[in-house]
């Protein structure tokens, strides 16, 4: 404990209640406390530092001033929500922040009453203050009652279009609803777009909220006959100094810009909001990302995500691996690409350092675009990059990418154009848990007629698909790959051009043949030593394609052996049931062929290392062993080795 810092008010409080009778000058301490506190905390679970220690004083200033759980405080994204959690009731366990069976490293309805709305995505908070807005106004009921709707959104996320479908809806309804606008400049890649540029004009032209004022009370003090005239000359004198606010427009009523980490100016204001507010508005609100740890402050992310680390220096303590990891062996092999075709270029969608483009930023900017968290847009933005003539590398993770599936289908997959799809994130990835589980992207692109959909089994396959994906031009192309660094083979000194839909053989066996499609072949590998020590010698495959399946491959797999099990990173509906479809048009089970897929649970998988996730899962060796004994017959391994 002596490593922890001394925090003797912030051990008075036990929950946001026991704020109450605290002084100002008291919360001001406390928010230097509870800074103190997070920094202690992450640096011995990892996780992310920048955005909680962002919102120390506004988190400190809300549980003050509103009475939650009543009042829903609905965080955007969440990730910036650990000194929430120390505050309402959680702080004995922070120190299990994102490991097995502890805390979320995001806000989770299941966790506590304190998190009203669950999320990890971005964008999705003022559509659910609207939401809990409107349930209180016709009556809805919730254990913990229903006051005050809030919602902390991000200037990164609100250039999402979900953003401003909520605040249009929000505006014509006309609800009570509070939106603190937390503008630091600072998503996870520096915000792109008009929007950044718009809130850095309004901070820059002050004055303007001293002319608003006096306008407005100016205007309260004439008779009515002559109001309405006195408005439109408020709207010129607004207009005249900041060029009219976009979110008055939207139907907000706007506060700011004010100093997110002032007490002093966060404290009357969302005070006087309480009191006074009738519809919804807009506290737009300055923050810096990191404040008050100068490693974060310093740090070219500040301190968005870090491994753990040296609470003294801010050195992260991240295990040195002989293996590169998938990202960056995809960020490298695209330069390459780049450096011989000019017409390759790559969209993300505000991710450019964790899908591995940083590098193809800085060589080739004019051929690499950061849409902002818009994966939408950053989807028919590429597909038409290729209807163009360019060939585009649509660069997002599987989890983010669900949020462009329509576009996917409509504007890539029906007009046959070669986008190329690089989904990072595939599978279990450990801490960030099941919100950013690569679960579903085998299954739903799949689906798609004309599509081509890879699995790397290991880093050296992944250089492969690289290639191949950029030869590809017939039509959408995507290959999926996981987090976290590769298997440790050799690198290939010459990239092959894979032929399309077809797979290869790992090794030849005897009675069953395991067929894997991504990067479980490490584990069937382990399964398959294992078999050996038992007399049972399986046949290996490695598919690479879900679509278009290796059916010659596969009929021969079935012709040569008495089963057949699939093993995938994803969930049902992928891989194996495409395999599944092909031997049922074959007739292959009208002659009692056996057949397994081992695909992820019906469940979601809370947060713990990938292994101890695949465990769960029951897709590591030892269940891939039992797998194959139960196909076959033989008694359990329990069984055999009692």
Same mark, same amino acid.
């Given at each position: 404990?002596s490593?922890r810092?001394?925090? *003797?008010?912030?051990d008075q409080i036990a929950r946001?209640?026991?704020?109450? +009778?605290?002084?100002?000058?008291q919360l001001?301490q406390?928010?230097h406390?509870?800074?103190?506190?997070?920094i202690?905390?992450?640096s011995?679970t990892?996780g992310?530092?920048?955005?909680?220690?962002g919102? /120390?004083e506004?988190?400190?200033?809300?549980?003050a001033?509103f009475n939650?759980?009543?009042d829903?405080?609905?965080?955007?994204?969440s990730?910036?929500?650990?000194?929430?959690?120390?505050?309402?009731? #959680?702080?004995d366990? $922070?120190?299990t922040l994102?490991t097995?069976?502890?805390?979320?490293?995001?806000?989770?309805?299941?966790?506590?009453?304190?998190?009203p709305f669950?999320?990890a995505?971005?964008?999705t908070? /003022?559509?659910?203050?609207?939401?809990?807005s409107?349930?209180?106004?016709?009556?809805?009921v919730?254990?913990?009652?229903l006051g005050?709707?809030?919602?902390?959104i991000?200037?990164g996320?609100m250039?999402?279009?979900?953003?401003f479908e909520a605040?249009n809806?929000?505006?014509?309804?006309?609800k009570r609803?509070i939106?603190?606008?937390n503008d630091?400049?600072m998503?996870i890649?520096? *915000?792109?777009g008009a929007?950044?540029?718009y809130?850095?004009?309004?901070?820059?032209?002050? *004055?303007?909220q001293?002319?608003?004022a006096v306008?407005?009370?100016a205007?309260?003090?004439l008779?009515?006959?002559? #109001?309405?005239?006195?408005?439109?000359?408020?709207?010129?004198l607004?207009g005249?100094?900041?060029?009219?606010?976009?979110?008055e427009?939207?139907?907000?009523s706007y506060?700011?810009?004010i100093?997110?980490?002032?007490?002093?100016?966060l404290?009357?204001?969302?005070?006087?909001v309480?009191?006074?507010?009738?519809?919804?508005?807009?506290?737009?609100v300055?923050t810096k990302?990191?404040?008050?740890?100068?490693?974060?402050e310093?740090a070219?992310?500040?301190g968005h995500?870090?491994?753990?680390f040296?609470?003294v220096t801010? %050195?992260?303590?991240?295990?040195p691996?002989?293996a590169?990891?998938?990202?960056g062996?995809?960020?490298d092999?695209l330069v390459?690409?780049?450096?011989?075709?000019?017409k390759?270029?790559?969209?993300?969608a505000a991710?450019?350092?964790?899908?591995g483009?940083?590098?193809?930023?800085?060589?080739?900017?004019?051929?690499c675009?950061?849409?902002g968290?818009?994966e939408?847009?950053?989807?028919?933005?590429?597909?038409?990059?290729a209807?163009?003539?360019?060939?585009?590398f649509?660069?997002?993770?599987?989890t983010?990418?669900? #949020?462009?599936y329509?576009?996917v289908v409509?504007?890539v997959?029906i007009q046959?154009?070669?986008?190329?799809f690089? $989904?990072?994130?595939a599978g279990?990835v450990g801490?960030?848990?099941?919100?950013?589980?690569g679960s579903?992207d085998?299954?739903f692109?799949?689906n798609?007629?004309?599509?081509?959909?890879?699995?790397a089994?290991?880093?050296?396959?992944?250089v492969?698909?690289?290639?191949?994906a950029?030869?590809h031009d017939?039509g959408p /192309?995507?290959?999926?790959?996981?987090?976290g660094?590769g298997e440790g083979?050799e690198m290939?000194e010459e *990239?092959?051009?894979?032929?399309i839909?077809k797979?290869?053989?790992?090794q030849?066996g005897?009675?069953?043949?395991?067929?894997?499609? +991504?990067?479980?072949l490490?584990?069937?590998?382990?399964?398959?030593?294992?078999l050996?020590t038992?007399? /049972?010698t399986p046949?290996?495959?490695d598919?690479r394609?879900a679509k278009?399946?290796d059916r010659e491959m596969i009929?021969n797999?079935?012709?040569?052996h008495?089963?057949?099990i699939t093993?995938? %990173?994803?969930?049902?509906?992928?891989?194996g049931?495409?395999?599944?479809?092909?031997?049922?048009?074959?007739?292959?089970?009208d002659?009692g062929?056996k057949?397994?897929?081992?695909?992820?649970p019906?469940?979601f998988?809370?947060?713990?290392?990938p292994?101890d996730?695949y465990e769960t899962a029951a897709m590591?060796a030892?269940?891939?062993e039992?797998?194959v004994?139960?196909?076959?017959?033989v008694?359990?391994?329990? %069984?055999?080795?009692?």
């Amino acid at each position: 404990m002596s490593d922890r810092p001394t925090t *003797p008010l912030l051990d008075q409080i036990a929950r946001p209640a026991d704020m109450k +009778g605290l002084s100002d000058a008291q919360l001001v301490q406390l928010a230097h406390e509870l800074r103190q506190e997070t920094i202690s905390a992450v640096s011995t679970t990892g996780g992310h530092l920048g955005a909680g220690l962002g919102v /120390i004083e506004l988190t400190v200033a809300l549980h003050a001033v509103f009475n939650t759980p009543r009042d829903k405080l609905i965080w955007d994204v969440s990730h910036q929500s650990y000194p929430h959690k120390i505050l309402t009731e #959680r702080r004995d366990r $922070i120190r299990t922040l994102r490991t097995k069976g502890g805390l979320s490293g995001f806000t989770k309805r299941s966790e506590s009453p304190y998190d009203p709305f669950g999320a990890a995505h971005s964008s999705t908070s /003022i559509s659910a203050a609207l939401g809990f807005s409107v349930a209180r106004d016709l009556g809805g009921v919730v254990p913990e009652g229903l006051g005050e709707a809030i919602a902390v959104i991000g200037d990164g996320a609100m250039s999402a279009g979900m953003a401003f479908e909520a605040m249009n809806n929000a505006g014509h309804l006309d609800k009570r609803m509070i939106v603190i606008l937390n503008d630091n400049e600072m998503s996870i890649a520096p *915000p792109v777009g008009a929007l950044s540029s718009y809130l850095s004009r309004l901070y820059a032209e002050e *004055p303007f909220q001293e002319l608003k004022a006096v306008a407005k009370g100016a205007a309260s003090l004439l008779p009515e006959p002559f #109001r309405e005239g006195a408005k439109r000359a408020k709207d010129m004198l607004k207009g005249m100094a900041v060029g009219g606010t976009m979110f008055e427009s939207l139907g907000f009523s706007y506060i700011g810009p004010i100093d997110g980490h002032d007490l002093d100016q966060l404290l009357p204001v969302l005070r006087t909001v309480k009191a006074r507010a009738r519809g919804p508005i807009l506290i737009h609100v300055l923050t810096k990302k990191g404040k008050g740890y100068a490693p974060a402050e310093t740090a070219r992310d500040k301190g968005h995500a870090t491994a753990k680390f040296d609470m003294v220096t801010g %050195e992260q303590k991240k295990a040195p691996s002989n293996a590169p990891s998938y990202t960056g062996v995809f960020g490298d092999e695209l330069v390459k690409l780049a450096a011989k075709d000019d017409k390759i270029c790559a969209v993300t969608a505000a991710m450019p350092d964790g899908t591995g483009l940083s590098l193809m930023a800085e060589r080739y900017p004019s051929r690499c675009f950061d849409v902002g968290i818009a994966e939408q847009h950053g989807v028919t933005f590429a597909a038409a990059l290729a209807a163009g003539g360019m060939k585009p590398f649509c660069a997002m993770y599987s989890t983010f990418l669900q #949020r462009g599936y329509d576009q996917v289908v409509h504007d890539v997959a029906i007009q046959r154009l070669p986008v190329r799809f690089a $989904i990072d994130r595939a599978g279990l990835v450990g801490a960030d848990g099941a919100t950013h589980a690569g679960s579903f992207d085998i299954g739903f692109m799949s689906n798609l007629p004309g599509m081509v959909v890879m699995a790397a089994a290991d880093e050296a396959e992944l250089v492969h698909m690289v290639h191949t994906a950029a030869a590809h031009d017939a039509g959408p /192309i995507a290959f999926r790959y996981p987090r976290g660094e590769g298997e440790g083979v050799e690198m290939p000194e010459e *990239p092959q051009l894979l032929e399309i839909g077809k797979g290869r053989m790992i090794q030849t066996g005897k009675r069953v043949a395991l067929l894997s499609f +991504g990067t479980r072949l490490g584990e069937t590998r382990k399964a398959a030593e294992a078999l050996s020590t038992k007399g /049972i010698t399986p046949t290996i495959a490695d598919a690479r394609f879900a679509k278009p399946l290796d059916r010659e491959m596969i009929l021969n797999l079935v012709a040569d052996h008495e089963a057949l099990i699939t093993i995938e %990173e994803g969930a049902v509906g992928g891989f194996g049931s495409h395999v599944a479809q092909l031997l049922a048009d074959e007739g292959v089970f009208d002659a009692g062929f056996k057949f397994r897929s081992m695909v992820l649970p019906d469940t979601f998988i809370d947060q713990a290392s990938p292994k101890d996730m695949y465990e769960t899962a029951a897709m590591n060796a030892p269940q891939i062993e039992a797998k194959v004994l139960e196909v076959l017959g033989v008694a359990s391994i329990g %069984e055999k080795r009692a």
